[in-house]
């Protein structure tokens, strides 16, 4: 779950990836990067989308990212990991598990679980159990979300390379610092790290810096060669059947060093560097 954010004089510490960003102004942001700096890529389709869905949008991202991920990793187990984590809580009492177990193949049943699952995916994240109950599903709907997964798995599948190299929730271990403590990204090629949004609306620059935070924080990571082999970033839409591409050899040393200042990797190393002056240039970690 994502850490709680704190802020002091201004400054935000202790927050996720998406915590921080949301304090940003646009212009603070812009900074750093512009959606602009992204070639768009309009595809064509024969499939239109209704306009009005009886759930929340919201909802409806979150149906659409489950069950993309089933449909490329074909097991309900790893596409339904976050709902699966809070499953042993006594709040949850196993259902989680019960649910997933039901999926057997894309189809009206698997929109309906993953719809279900929400509620579990919900308190993984808030601690609040949503009433998803609520909610019945229409054709119109059932249409819209079976389209936007057949748009993304797509999309994601010709970012796969021979090397059928395919990673969900990408988290940065070894990367985060006292002002970024979370943040996992959506899915990870071997040279293509993307991210999913399903907005009726084009991303916007807190988008594209949202994934080049990602970007800086995985070639810093324990895993750091995942990334550093990665050609370009790019944000999928399949609500408005769009890509938006950037090249990484777009991106200069030095606004890579600007994001990492960020991040805080200086202030890391200013600490690491205090510490070994007290012991003789390494760091002691024994108690006395």
């Not at 649910?99 to 309906?112: G, N, R």
């Not at 970012?159 to 899915?187: H, P, Q, S």
């Amino acid at each position: 779950m994502d850490a709680t954010q704190c802020q002091i004089k201004g400054v935000i510490t202790m927050a996720t990836v998406t915590q921080i960003i949301k304090q940003m102004t646009a212009e603070e942001i812009q900074r750093f990067i512009k959606v602009d700096d992204f070639k768009k890529t309009q595809y064509r389709s024969n499939s239109k989308l209704y306009r009005r869905e009886s759930i929340p949008a919201y909802l409806s991202g979150v149906i659409i990212d489950y069950l993309t991920r089933y449909k490329l990793l074909k097991d309900p187990t790893k596409a339904f990991s976050i709902p699966l984590i809070v499953d042993i809580d006594k709040e949850v009492n196993g259902e989680a598990s019960k649910l997933v177990s039901q999926i057997k193949k894309f189809d009206k049943e698997s929109v309906d679980i993953a719809l279900k699952l929400c509620r579990y995916d919900n308190y993984y994240r808030t601690g609040k159990l949503e009433d998803t109950a609520q909610y019945k599903l229409t054709e119109h709907d059932y249409f819209n979300l079976g389209t936007m997964v057949n748009r993304a798995t797509w999309f994601i599948n010709s970012c796969i390379d021979k090397t059928k190299i395919l990673e969900v929730d990408i988290e940065f271990d070894g990367a985060y610092t006292n002002k970024v403590t979370n943040g996992d990204a959506d899915y990870l090629t071997n040279k293509v790290l993307i991210d999913l949004k399903t907005s009726a609306y084009e991303p916007k620059s807190a988008d594209a810096f949202q994934l080049l935070l990602y970007y800086v924080l995985g070639i810093n990571s324990n895993n750091s060669y995942k990334f550093e082999k990665l050609t370009h970033l790019a944000i999928f839409n399949p609500r408005l059947n769009a890509a938006y591409t950037l090249p990484l050899s777009s991106i200069s040393k030095r606004k890579i060093e600007k994001v990492e200042k960020f991040i805080g990797y200086d202030e890391e190393i200013e600490l690491s560097d205090a510490l070994s002056h007290f012991t003789g240039g390494y760091i002691n970690t024994s108690l006395f």
